[in-house]
């Protein structure tokens, strides 16, 4: 089976992907990732998913949310909108 390994440093951050490693099991899978990523104290913290218990979102139940740009801007529009109004002020 295959288990993505995920760490993280005690009260800070969050689980961030480490890597990915093969094991017959469970228990094997643990030792396997604190020997591979918990040699020089990356974590305090390790997640294992199996990779066949993963669920996956996907493009097509993605895609209804990729065309919204006004959720994430830079503040320009913002920014020119406000610049309009005060030229129209004066």
């Known amino acids: 089976m295959i288990y993505e390994v995920f760490l993280k440093k005690d009260g800070r951050d ?18 396997l990732a604190r020997e591979s990523y918990l040699r020089r104290a990356e974590g305090s913290r390790l997640w294992l ?14 895609a209804p949310n990729a065309d919204k740009p006004h959720r994430h801007h830079d503040g320009q529009a913002v920014a020119a909108h ?5 030229e129209d002020r004066s």
């Open 49 to 62: 998913a199996r990779r066949d218990h993963i669920i996956e979102g996907g493009t097509d139940f993605v």
């Open 14 to 31: 969050e689980y961030r992907h480490a890597g990915a490693l093969e094991a017959a099991n469970d228990e094997l899978a643990l030792v």
């Open 82 to 86: 406000r610049k309009q109004v005060r």
